[in-house]
């Protein structure tokens, strides 16, 4: 193998995953386990054949064989016996060996039933006892009894050689039957030579494969792990340049990669957010340059710009008192412009004036019924609801944490609003209503008015904002940004309800303890952009 190919080996193992490395490891693990598996099944079914052949074939052959040995013998020598005396109790034992030979043959014949070579050395044995039974054992048992055989005297030196014949078979059989058990021990003690050293390879190779599958986990998987968190923590101790080396398999590296990239758009992200609070700090500071001079504005309109505005207003009212009826009509028109000029001035001051103290000057939180709230801007508003007979009811009203003086204001306008902007010839009715939603209260202020066109529904809210002019409806179009301006303040929202028909409904929420409260000087909501701070 090449240079080339063996680098190109070494990077396809590398691009491995974990899952491939494990799933491999595993599959060749099984696959040599297996092997050895059927190799030790094997070998303890051979050891168990060679055991069960050894403990039920060839120990029992060996034992019937010297029994019917002793049946041969037994024969042998009950018919010698007989024939020399003649007594009838030598043949006791020539009859009951013919009765363990039967039965001690039967018995060889089933135990060797598949063995060929016992088989023969049976037939001889058999062949040897039948013909010295046939020669001697029957003639000689058959003599009366009483007096010695001569047949057997005369058959002594036959007799000897066919019963010798007997033994020579007998032997030559024990022997082949020897020979075989000692083989099949021999068999035995190899086969579990063998079992034992492949049980002793099978656990070899399991502490091997456990040993390899630690040393493989700690080099693949956890040192790789421990690097890559001992990076992490670096990088997360607050050295966010510190790069992240991918190791281990494909899997690890993109890991590896894939946090390397988290923080270096971690890095960009701190930049630009670094870049985004110094930007913000100098808006911050301009910020607070400006509300200082709105704030000196606010003192200057408060202070300075009322006492002109009250000698306008003053000589004004005066010259129109004095020389009104006594110059032309034009002159009189002028006069009449004049005052009404600085009576709108004075009025928009005082108005600014009210709406930039929302959050400044009454910031006091406590405990306010808004039923005796809104009791309280009814009798205020009393004049106006006589003129026009307007049916104000109202619904069972909730106390929360507010600034009572912002609460009476919120009431007024809304119902000053929805008092002024009646229908022509209709009575006014004005409901209110508060539901809990969830963890905030929900009011409704509703009325049989003019309505608000769905195209205005976010502009009433908006600061000198009016969809009327001032001859058709008094007023600056502060109103309703002073209660959007307030309902936010307590950490509510406010809107109008387009679904409402045939008058206006203005929906607002308002929390029963506000989480925050902006502190003195602090702008709220959208209105940051256009309230004016008072001193």
Known sequence: MTDSEERAGRRGLSAWTTRQWLRTGMAGALAVL??????????????ASISQDLVDVRSPAVTTAIRLESALLNQETGVRGYGLTGTADFLTPYRQGRAEQAADLAQLSKLLHDDDVGLRDIKAVQDAMETWRTRIGGPVAASPPGAPSTLASDRAAEGKRTFDEVRSALSRQQEHLRAEQAGARADLAD???????????????????????????RRGINEPLERLGTQARIITGGDFTHPITATGPADLKRLSDEIDLMRRRLVQELAFSEEARRRLDAQSADLQRSNTELEQFAYVASHDLQEPLRKVSSFTQLLQRRYGGQLDERADQYIDFAVDGANRMQTLINDLLEFSRVGRVHNNHQAVDLGRALDRTLSSLSLSIEETGAEITYDPLPTLIADSTQMGMLWQNLIGNAVKFRRAGQTPRIHVSAVRDDVLWRFTVTDNGIGIAPEYADKVFVIFQRLHTKDAYSGSGIGLAMCKKIVEFHGGTIAVDLTHEHGTRIVFTLAPEPAERPGPGELVGADASQAVPAS
């Open 34 to 47: 297996a092997l050895l598996g059927v190799a030790g099944a094997w070998m303890l079914g051979r050891t």
């Open 191 to 217: 086969m579990m030579r063998q079992r034992n050293w492949v049980f002793a390879a099978i656990a070899l190779f399991i502490l091997i494969l456990a040993g390899l599958v630690f040393e493989g986990l």
